[in-house]
């Protein structure tokens, strides 16, 4: 059964940082595609970075591209979101998904991604 489960949320101020980390049991996030999405109050889940098998290149939405980056640490079979230069904006619950695979063209689709994390909340000041 596969389980995953981040961490690393929380309040920080606009202009600040954090780094979110995805762990898993039960698969091996270099042999599936994984994905960052997040969900702000009211609002439905919208991608935000994912990466592939391969690692490179790395997918980004285009309201984080350049402040985000996605990786993978296959000793520690553990994937970060590094997230920079925060925005109040960027305030929601972060999920990470995966699936064995999916099509480029369907990378940023939440429908492409059957494990899902219970999320963890990031709040940013103004």
């Known amino acids: 059964q596969v389980q995953l489960i981040e961490s690393g949320g929380g309040l920080v101020q606009a202009g600040g940082a954090l780094t979110l980390s995805c762990e898993a049991s039960g698969l091996t996030f270099s042999s599936v595609v994984t994905a960052w999405f997040r969900q702000a109050p009211g609002k439905g889940r919208t991608f935000v970075a994912g990466?592939?098998?391969?690692?490179?290149?790395?997918y980004y939405a285009e309201s984080v591209k350049g402040r985000f980056t996605i990786s993978r640490d296959n000793a520690k079979n553990t994937i970060y979101l590094q997230m920079n230069s925060l925005q109040p904006e960027d305030t929601a619950v972060y999920y990470c998904a995966t699936n064995p695979w999916v099509i480029l063209s369907a990378i940023r689709r939440e429908d492409q991604y059957r494990n899902w994390g219970q999320g963890t909340q990031v709040t940013i000041s103004s």
């Open positions: 990466i592939r098998t391969s690692a490179t290149p790395q």
